[in-house]
């Protein structure tokens, strides 16, 4: 047993709930100090990586988006991109436009999911939305109406919000038909209301002061916030493309995890909504900007715990977005492009809601696939999570354990880790 | 009746139209061929020009593409993926509650289909027990038939005696004509209802020669249909074939999928389950098709009677040409081909009778 | 699919799928999973009176509807009771069986071509009972006591797993102390202190004489059994056509809809369950007809 | 009496099956007010002890810890439903039972000594018993509300063992294979979907795993017919549902046709 205060004490969380996936928390003090600071990701392993290797071209975007259950559009777009790089294809606006479509669908169901029914919770005490629901019944109806609103951009754009089936290389199956988007307009219009009191309710809740020190790192595209295309640039301004991706980021093993953990040129770094929003702020629509300034965020916002506040800020967006190309849209000539296979390496990176995806192909000329490399956000955001948890947990000595658990297990929620995603990627071989 | 009325009518291109206008001016539903996803399905009809002009079909054995025709005939296709029986015995319904009933007015049923549903009577609207869901939608159903002149690949409705005229069981009956003359239908009338549109109707009296030529084409499409069953009595041929070691060869052939039952117009068979909302209240009971090939169609207590893909063909094929019979006092087919195309592994109804017979006639 | 509900002239109804409400007045179990409810008609809601051998649909609501044979007294409906047994063996079953009185259950019905009587006027009775099957003999028994003077010998025959699976114990002694009535059960598991017979019931029937031209017999249980014996009994010279079996398959709707109860040429909801075995016979011989 | 108790538990899987329970938006709130939510980690931090009226088991089993975990549960679970291509048949994951697990995991990992995994991915039936499948990947949200509304009344779920096509044709979807325009596994794959891929103009691929009265042999020749080559055909039938006996068993079949050709 270990007890409040002692100088050697072992805390672990077995089972970290409210996580996307199976990992576990360890914080070792020794002298009083926080020696390690672990969040272990003991999901098993899947090898997807090694079995798309012989697999046709034409299939990564459905396989990998069984990665997870939680961000399969994220999966469904890095992979089409990348081997549409490989294929040397082009796909045109009208179709990039479905597909920012669809993943605003996405963005909006995972961040409502993770404000309302994950992250809440935690501000107020409560093991569990549902106890939530008790006192504040209305609150959660919010949030599962959001959810659902993302969730019916899938079904119509995807034909199911879990692992959609209308995505394929060079855009969909079948175009939504206009009284499928009429459907989607009249649903969005109401939910815009609902995401900005988010944003108001996420500002009024207490926040521990804290200002993580890593690297940022996001995509940027010279028109739009990020979300489906664009290069990579970091708070100290570097820049670079999806290309040199394994120039600049480099993924290590370590023991306690079966996710690869990546680090940019050494650094530790965060992706992901705060990342996101630091780097681009300028990008947000003006009414995403405003929903920001009410709630008192700067252009820049480091502190992982406001990140709630970010991720509403970021719902806003995509509803605003979502309507934007719903006004917009114009329908595709052809609901795909032909893809035909050629020998090559193609890349692809975009935002998924809890950071960035990276993921690599490489071809042979009948398009059988001979390497992929896939980099989940999580094991992108692991070495943060684990800095995070080492600096606060040294205020946290004071506590019982199961008061200082409460504290870590927040502190790990903050990123909204996906473990699913996170664990066993990333080509170490090459060649 | 076309060819006894005392003299058929006879409308234009726009007259068509124009039916479909009255026909929703009166409050129905029209509903009829039109091109969806590469097929002809059945739909609501938003005007006469949602008819599929110059559209044809190409079928075969689990084949079905569509064709542009040389001319704008309008129903000159078979076998489509749908048949009536969707809109009178629809896939899912609520038993428990009561259903409001449209007016619906079919247009286009091809002479096998009037028989599908004069079947369907037969077996849902009979006494002791008719289904009054369904007696009260057939009611509300205005027809127009159409004969037969161009048969597909996969039709073979001369051989069961089903077409390719429309005897009865319309309220009107075209017979569509290209060619010399333009583009028209003779207008037969086989109700008072039928009778009443037709006088609001712009038409003109047909000639000798449009009726002359109405009747050839007719007989001719008796002779040139893609299929037969074979000339013997399917009753008795598949009475005896019970413990014939062919449904073993068919069914390494079948893929157990129910496409045949599905497309079928004349096949009924349904299940019904009950369902409750969380809380437990509320409950309500649905019908829905089913089909003699689910696993568990013929489940009771210890397992299914028909355990083999062998003994489900069988009994779907029986049942068709035999069993029906003794059921329902007709056969089960009406030669309309439609499981003969929509069979993805292609297996041919008209075929496997052809083989069964001639297993008999050589042992 | 066309989803606009234009025009609404009548609605439609579908009576015949549409239970009345009894409410079960009695509720006795039988064995440790069979029961026998006493089910009567609400107000204005009786249904016709039933003859021997027919079946009804009885829902439990929200959980759904199965055939049951009615084992009650044809000659006592008065109020419109209805007497039904029903063994559990599924979730349907399960809940008919956990309807304890008081609570109210559907009922279509009834159904079916029953047992033919009249056709055995002044000859022998055979009835052949194998477990649950008891239960839709029970009427006929009851029918052909009541009007005893009419037939010659009356014996039956009836089989249980175990003393505890065997229905309705002491109706059977009190038939059996009949002196007009010949009774004898099997057991496949005797329990200890049985005196009575052992094993299959082809034994009795093996040793109950009969007089084949003037026999009828009438067969429920197990299709097996039911196989069995009436070939051992046209074996033995009863014309096929006198003797009468009730057989069971699928029923989702009891009234010739739904397809699911064929046996070849029959809708057992129509021309059965009770069938003469002329008519079956070489049906049952063919595997998953 | 309380309310049924309700745990949710994952193994090897992506969470989209226990994701498909908090994406019922409308009813999750009467799911709570109806059970008593014992387990269930992507929900809650209560985690109470069984045991359990019902378990909703996700994912696979591929490491030793969860062959021991899973049996654990069965213990404590009244009626135990797997739910999703993982739990009814091993999943993608599955695809390693073709391979050389080895192989795998030194093309992933610089260090495979750190990992433990078990020769075979493998359905929860096969390690224990279960009582009801949900197949798909994902599960279909109203096959679960069915289901947990069943089991609620006491009523046996209604899950149709039939093929997909039942669903199109229901549907008013016109036929893939018939029209020549895609490989569709509808023929061979289980119901209740409600036919999603051909409705989107896109042959199934058989995320409900292989029906009752699968056949795959009969549809190899009909893929054939549309163009397919062999090892085409192969990788179609083993993806989602790879280990499914039948799938698996044709797969091999064709692949073995080839290596003696
Ligand atoms: C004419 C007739 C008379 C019957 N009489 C009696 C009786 O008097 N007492 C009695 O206990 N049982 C009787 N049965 C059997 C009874 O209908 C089944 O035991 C019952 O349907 C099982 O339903 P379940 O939901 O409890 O079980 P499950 O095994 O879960 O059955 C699921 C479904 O399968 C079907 N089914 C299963 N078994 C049968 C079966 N044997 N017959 C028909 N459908 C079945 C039903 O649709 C049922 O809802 C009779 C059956 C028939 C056809
Ligand atoms: S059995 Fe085939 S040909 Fe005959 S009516 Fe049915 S679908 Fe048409
Ligand atoms: S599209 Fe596929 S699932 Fe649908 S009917 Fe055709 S073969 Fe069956
Ligand atoms: S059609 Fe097939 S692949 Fe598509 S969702 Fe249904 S079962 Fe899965």
Redesign the pocket.
């Known amino acids: 047993m270990t007890h409040k205060g002692a100088s050697d004490r072992l805390v672990a969380v077995d089972e970290l709930a409210r996580v996307e996936g199976e990992g576990a928390l360890r914080l070792r003090v020794v002298d009083g100090e926080v020696a390690e600071a672990e969040l272990n990701i003991y999901e098993p392993p899947r090898y997807f990586e090694a079995f798309l290797v012989g697999r046709k071209y034409t299939e990564p975007p459905d396989i990998t988006a069984r990665i997870c259950g939680i961000c399969p559009v994220a999966y469904q777009m890095s992979s089409c991109q990348a081997i549409e790089d490989a294929c040397g294809v082009q796909v045109p606006e009208t179709i990039w436009a479905l597909r920012r479509l669809l993943y605003c669908g996405e963005w909006i169901e995972s961040h409502a999911l993770h404000i309302y029914l994950l992250h809440a919770p935690d501000f107020l005490g409560l093991p569990d939305a549902i106890e939530l629901a008790k006192t504040n019944r209305e609150l959660v109806e919010t949030g599962l109406a959001l959810k659902k609103v993302g969730n019916d951009i899938m079904e119509i754009l995807g034909g199911r919000a879990i692992h959609p089936v209308n995505v394929r290389l060079g855009g969909f199956y079948r175009l939504p038909t206009p009284e499928e988007l009429e459907h989607l307009k009249s649903m969005l219009r109401p939910a815009l209301d609902q995401a900005l009191k988010t944003v108001e309710w996420t500002s009024t809740l207490d926040f521990p002061d804290y200002d993580c020190g890593h690297e940022l790192l996001a995509m940027s595209h010279p028109d739009t916030y990020p979300i489906e295309r664009g290069h990579l640039i970091t708070a100290s301004r570097e820049e670079f493309p999806a290309s040199a991706w394994n120039d600049f980021i480099e993924s290590v093993q370590v023991p306690h995890s079966t996710a690869l953990q990546a680090f940019l040129r050494g650094r530790r770094y965060l992706s992901g909504p705060l990342a996101r929003y630091s780097l681009n702020y300028a990008n947000l629509s003006p009414l995403a900007r405003q929903a920001a300034r009410a709630a008192g965020l700067g252009e820049r916002c480091v502190n992982p715990f406001q990140s709630i506040i970010v991720r509403a800020i970021e719902v806003v967006y995509a509803i605003d977005e979502a309507m934007r190309i719903l006004e917009e849209y114009e329908p595709p000539r052809r609901p795909a492009v032909d893809v035909p296979p050629r020998a090559g390496e193609g890349h692809g990176v975009t935002e998924a809601p809890r950071g960035i995806l990276y993921h690599r192909y490489k071809l042979d000329e009948n398009g059988l696939i001979q390497q992929a490399q896939i980099v989940s956000p999580t094991a992108q955001n692991q070495p943060a999570i684990e800095a995070d948890l080492k600096t606060l947990a040294a205020d946290w000595l004071d506590l019982e354990d199961g008061e200082l658990t409460a504290e870590a297990e927040r502190a790990i929620r903050n990123y909204d880790p996906c473990i699913s995603c996170s664990a066993h990627f990333l080509t170490v071989e090459r060649g | 009746m076309l060819f006894d009325h005392p003299l058929p009518e006879v409308i234009d291109r726009a007259g068509l139209d124009q039916l479909v206008k009255l026909l929703q001016a009166d409050g129905y539903t029209v509903v009829g061929p039109t091109e969806r996803d590469g097929a002809l399905v059945l739909d609501e009809l938003a005007g006469g020009a949602d008819l599929p002009d110059g559209i044809g079909v190409e079928t075969g054995a689990g084949h079905y593409r569509l064709r542009e025709r040389a001319d704008g005939a309008v129903f000159n296709h078979s076998a489509g993926p749908q048949s009536w029986k969707q809109f009178v015995h629809p896939p899912r319904q609520r038993v428990d509650a009561p259903e409001p009933v449209r007016r619906l007015a079919f247009i286009g049923v091809r002479p096998c289909d009037l028989a599908a549903l004069a079947i369907l009577d037969g077996v849902l609207g009979a006494a002791p027990y008719p289904d009054d869901r369904y007696l009260a939608r057939r009611d509300q159903i205005f027809v127009v038939a159409v004969n037969c002149v161009e048969p597909g690949n996969t039709c073979f409705c001369a051989s069961t005696g089903t077409g390719p005229a429309a005897e009865w069981g319309y309220d009107l009956v075209l017979t569509e004509q290209e060619g010399e003359g333009g583009h028209r239908f003779l207008l037969g009338t086989g109700s008072v209802a039928g009778e009443e549109i037709l006088d609001r109707l712009t038409h003109r009296t047909a000639t000798g020669g449009e009726i002359r030529e109405a009747r050839r084409a007719v007989d001719d499409a008796a002779g040139s249909m893609g299929r037969s069953m074979p000339e013997t009595d399917l009753r008795g041929l598949l009475n005896r074939a019970r413990g014939s070691e062919h449904w073993e060869q068919v069914a390494n052939r079948c893929l157990a999928c129910a496409n045949c039952t599905m497309v079928c117009p004349t096949c009924f068979c349904t299940t019904v389950e009950d369902a409750t909302d969380l809380e437990g209240d509320n409950a309500e009971r649905w019908q829905r098709w089913d089909s003699c090939f689910d696993p568990?169609f013929s489940?009771?207590?210890g397992g299914a009677v028909r355990k083999s893909v062998g003994s489900r063909y069988r009994q779907w094929m029986s049942h068709k040409l035999s069993t029906w019979h003794d059921q329902f006092g007709t056969s089960g087919c009406v030669g309309c081909g439609r499981c003969i195309a929509w069979c993805p592994a292609g297996i041919d109804i008209t075929a496997e009778a052809a083989a069964l017979a001639e297993k008999e006639r050589t042992r | 699919m066309i989803q606009a509900m234009r025009e609404t002239a009548r609605p439609a109804r579908a009576e015949a799928m549409v239970p009345a409400a009894y409410t079960v007045v009695d509720h006795r179990r039988e064995t440790h999973d069979?029961v026998t409810l006493t089910l009567l008609p609400g107000r204005g809601t009786a249904l016709p009176r039933f003859r021997p051998g027919q079946?009804t649909m009885l829902s439990a609501e929200g959980i759904?509807?199965?055939?049951?044979?009615i084992?009650g007294d044809p000659d006592d409906q008065h109020d419109g009771r209805l007497v039904?047994?029903?063994?559990?063996?599924?979730?349907?079953?399960?809940a008919l069986c956990r309807s304890e009185a008081g609570s109210e259950i559907g009922v279509r019905g009834p159904y079916?071509h029953g047992w033919r009587l009249a056709s055995a006027l002044d000859g022998d009775l055979l009835v052949v009972a194998g477990g649950?099957g008891l239960?839709?003999l029970r009427p006929l028994i009851r029918s052909a006591l009541g009007r005893r003077e009419h037939f010659g010998d009356v014996t039956l025959l009836a089989g249980a797993r175990s003393y505890a699976d065997l229905l309705y114990p002491l109706q059977l002694d009190a038939w059996a102390r009949r002196r007009d009535t010949a009774v004898t059960v099997t057991l496949d598991r005797p329990d200890p202190g049985w005196t009575g017979r052992v094993g299959l019931i082809t034994g009795p029937l093996a040793e109950t004489a009969i007089v084949p031209e003037r026999t009828t017999a009438y067969l429920c249980g197990p299709e097996i059994m039911i196989k069995v014996c009436a070939d051992a009994l046209a074996a033995r010279g009863v014309p096929p056509e006198r003797i009468q079996v009730?057989l069971?398959?699928?029923?989702?709707c009891g009234v010739g809809w739904c397809g699911h109860?064929q046996l070849g040429p029959h809708l057992?909801?129509r021309s059965?369950?009770v069938c003469r075995w002329d008519a079956v016979a070489d049906l049952l011989d063919i595997e998953e007809l | 009496m309380g309310k049924p108790t309700l745990a949710v538990w994952k193994f090897t899987s992506c969470d989209g099956c226990q994701l498909t329970l908090l994406d019922c938006e409308d009813e999750l709130l009467a799911i709570a007010d109806a059970v008593q939510i014992k387990h269930f980690p992507e929900a809650t931090r209560k985690d109470l002890p069984g045991p359990f009226d019902v378990s909703l088991v996700e994912g696979s089993i591929s490491t030793p810890a969860e062959a021991e975990r899973i049996k654990r549960i069965r213990e404590e679970t009244g009626t135990l439903v797997a739910i999703g291509a993982c739990a009814t048949s091993g999943g993608i994951q599955a695809l390693r039972n073709f391979a050389d697990l080895d192989e795998f995991q030194r093309i992933i990992y610089p260090h495979p000594e750190f990992l433990h995994s078990l020769e075979q991915v493998a359905p929860i039936a096969a390690h224990v018993d279960v009582d009801y499948e949900l197949r798909g990947c994902p599960i279909d949200k109203r096959q679960l509300l069915g289901l947990l509304s069943a089991l609620l009344k006491g009523r046996?779920p209604d899950l149709p063992k039939g093929a997909v096509c039942n669903e199109c044709k229901q549907r008013g979807v016109n036929c893939l294979l018939v029209e020549g325009k895609e490989p569709c596994l509808g023929p061979i794959t289980q119901a209740g979907c409600g036919a999603i891929c051909p409705s989107y103009n896109r042959g199934c691929y058989g995320c409900f795993g292989p029906s009752d009265s699968a056949q795959p042999e009969a549809l190899i020749p009909v893929l054939s017919r549309l163009g397919l080559a062999d090892p085409d055909i192969v990788r179609m039938l083993r993806t989602y549902n790879a280990a499914a006996p039948k799938l698996a068993a044709a797969g091999d079949r064709l692949e073995g046709a080839h290596d003696d050709a």
Do not use: W
């Open positions: 568990d489940y009771i207590h | 069979t079946f759904g509807e199965i055939p049951v044979s084992s039904q047994t029903i063994r559990e063996v599924g979730a349907v079953s399960a079916g649950i239960a839709p009730s069971e398959r699928n029923m989702k109860c057992l909801c059965g369950p | 046996r």
